[in-house]
């Protein structure tokens, strides 16, 4: 079946301005995560939802970062303001269910994000 | 806090040779690892988790609690086995299980 879908797969924008990263997960999948990979890294918790709710967003950098997830499916990653150290390939991840012991993280591809 | 640790950020190895990338961990609970695998131009993805005490395409790790590794290991490495490799750390931090992930290492496997 599919896989996580992410778009845009690139994004180029200014800074100061503000975008929209998109994340389909597995059908059925309840639990979806955000992470940030800067260069040289690993992948950076940033947020994950279990069903519409934010369960945990303690990894969110700053409050120019915000994540939603209206209807339990699809979720958006906006920042506001972005400056030239956001840019990271930002990933999104599913699970079946919360526990990442029983229900490994399905990874996208990833939307590589560029702040000039 | 849990945290993982990969101190190789390269390794190169011939084809055949045998192959252990590196993982220290630290974490207070009682650990549950992973091994994830990135190929060229691939999406990140499971390769192993210690539970299982599985064999994914010749790999192996044993967490050994003592020395708090979990090294990854393989008798003799192919030219497919090229990628970025990522040991990871699911525990509670924060009121909340969360899957964290050292840097990487990317092994190159030489013909």
């Known amino acids: 079946g599919a896989g996580v879908s992410q778009t845009p797969s690139n994004k180029v924008t200014e800074k100061g301005k503000y975008v929209e990263l998109r994340c389909d997960p597995i059908?059925?999948?309840?639990?979806l995560y955000w992470y940030r990979q800067s260069l040289g890294q690993g992948p950076e918790f940033l947020i994950y939802?279990?069903?519409?709710?934010?369960?945990?967003d303690s990894g969110l950098p700053n409050d120019r970062f915000f994540a939603v997830r209206p209807e339990g499916s699809v979720s958006t990653l906006k920042i506001q303001r972005t400056e030239r150290g956001d840019s990271a390939v930002y990933l999104c991840?599913?699970?079946?269910?919360?526990?990442?012991?029983?229900?490994?993280?399905?990874f996208g591809n990833g939307t590589r994000l560029t702040v000039t | 806090a849990q945290r993982v640790t990969q101190p190789e950020k390269l390794l190169s190895v011939f084809k055949g040779a045998p192959v252990e990338l590196k993982c220290n961990y630290s974490?207070?609970?009682?650990?549950?690892l992973f091994w994830y695998v990135q190929y060229s131009r691939q999406r990140l993805q499971l390769l192993l988790r210690?539970?299982s005490r599985e064999s994914i395409k010749g790999f192996t790790a044993d967490l050994n609690k003592g020395e708090t590794s979990f090294h990854l290991k393989k008798p003799f490495a192919q030219e497919e086995d090229s990628a970025m490799y990522y040991c990871?750390?699911?525990?509670?931090?924060?009121?909340?299980?969360?899957?964290?992930f050292g840097k990487g290492t990317k092994l190159t496997v030489n013909p």
């Open positions: 991840a599913s699970s079946l269910k919360a526990s990442s012991y029983n229900s490994p993280l399905h």
């Open positions: 059908s059925g999948h309840t639990a």
């Open positions: 939802f279990q069903g519409t709710g934010a369960a945990d």
């Open positions: 974490y207070s609970g009682s650990p549950e």
């Open positions: 210690h539970i």
């Open positions: 990871a750390l699911s525990g509670f931090q924060g009121g909340s299980e969360k899957l964290v």
